[in-house]
């Protein structure tokens, strides 16, 4: 993938309007060590068991492809986690 070139005012003007964060993943630019563009889990292209695993109601992800995706998604937030146990606790999740 080729790299794009930012100019200074830009990226200036981006961090400025945003606070800081990213404005797509709205990760503040501190918690990341280097920016790293992560393509997101596709169902149709990629394999759900080589990026994933359950965790009882939690989905972790196991690349950085997975976590990007499971953070982005908010695949782990508290309602998901709520209607995960309640379908574990009838017996219909996980489906297989």
């Known amino acids: ?6 100019p200074a005012d830009l990226r200036r003007l981006v961090l400025a309007r945003a ?3 990213c404005e797509y993943c709205l990760i503040h630019q501190d918690e990341v060590p280097f920016l ?5 889990f596709n169902p149709r ?3 759900w068991g080589e990026h994933f695993a359950l965790n009882g109601p ?5 690349t950085p492809m997975g976590r990007a995706t ?3 998604l908010r695949l782990n ?8 146990q309640t379908l574990i ?6 489906l297989w």
Do not use: C, E, W
């Not at 993938?1 to 930012?6: E, G, L, P, S, Y």
């Not at 939690?58 to 196991?62: D, E, L, M, P, R």
């Open 19 to 21: 606070n800081a964060h």
């Open 58 to 62: 939690f989905i972790v992800g196991q």
């Open 1 to 6: 993938m080729a790299r794009v070139h930012i």
């Open 77 to 84: 937030d508290s309602k998901r986690i709520l209607q995960r």
């Open 45 to 47: 292209l990629h394999v």
């Open 70 to 72: 499971a953070r982005l």
């Open 89 to 94: 606790a009838v017996g219909r999740y996980p």
């Open 36 to 40: 790293q563009i992560i393509v997101l």
